[in-house]
């Protein structure tokens, strides 16, 4: 189940740069990644939810099933 969770992430990953790397080569066509990042965060909603997303990625990644270092 490990081996699967990291190959998507890296599948993830690859498609992300790949995507990147194409919207770079052939220019306004197609649209770069932090383009549409830029005119997603354009708006308030859109910053709104971004900020959303990373505080429910942020938990789940680093804080869910953590112990309080100081509690007894």
Request: charged share 5%.
């Amino acid at each position: 189940m490990q081996i699967v969770a990291v190959v998507g992430w890296l599948v993830l990953f690859a498609a992300t740069l790949t995507w990147q790397g194409i919207g770079l080569a052939l220019g306004p066509p197609w649209p770069t990644m932090s383009s549409m990042l830029r005119a997603f965060m354009h708006p308030f909603a859109g910053r709104a939810v971004l900020f959303g997303m990373w505080l429910w990625l942020g938990w789940h990644l680093f804080i869910r099933g953590w112990s309080f270092f100081l509690r007894r």
